[in-house]
């Protein structure tokens, strides 16, 4: 299968707000429980003003014309991390293509993007197991290692 990669612009903010909604949806079905509140029009202002002011970059897949899935990208600083780093915040691929090699596609670019920008490594978090024992096995083919604890949040 062929994959093309695009950097997404502002333009595709609506694009990218679908692709969250539905990563989303389907984690918090997969979990029974309502761990996140989307609101379509909210995340495509946010992902357009992002997108302007290059704060965050989102990479699509293209299998001919069609979506197959995005990853994004953000910059942080930390002393532990030795510095620059960059975060996946989302990553999801379209059931439809999943194992034929989208994901590691966009993380390959995601690799080659963060050594152009000299950043220290790459961090991501997975959803909650044992529901994504296959991403987390996903991530582990390619390079990553569990650094153990669990992502927790504080609303503010």
């Known amino acids: 299968m ?12 609506p694009l990218v707000a679908d ?33 302007v002011d ?4 989102v990479l699509l897949a293209y ?8 990853l994004t990208l953000s910059e942080s600083r930390a002393l532990y991390a030795e510095g620059v780093f960059g975060i996946i915040p989302e990553l999801y691929v379209r059931p439809a293509f999943r194992s034929r090699r989208v994901g590691a596609t966009l993380l390959a670019d995601a690799k080659n993007l963060a050594h152009t920008k000299q950043w220290t490594r790459l961090e991501v978090t997975t959803p ?6 296959r991403a987390l ?3 582990e083919r390619q390079g990553f290692s569990i650094t153990g604890g669990r992502k927790m949040k504080l609303f503010l």
């Not at 029974?32 to 379509?40: H, L, N, V, Y």
């Not at 299998?63 to 995005?70: K, P």
């Open 137 to 139: 096995a996903f991530y």
């Open 2 to 13: 062929s994959i093309r990669l695009a950097q997404a612009q502002p333009a595709d903010a």
């Open 54 to 57: 290059e704060t965050y970059t």
């Open 128 to 133: 909650p197991l044992p529901q994504f024992d």
């Open 63 to 70: 299998h001919d014309e069609q979506v197959a899935g995005l």
């Open 19 to 51: 692709l969250v909604g539905e990563l989303l949806r389907e984690i918090m079905t997969a979990i029974g429980m309502k761990a996140f509140e989307f609101s379509q029009v909210e995340t495509e202002a946010r992902a357009r003003r992002w997108l």
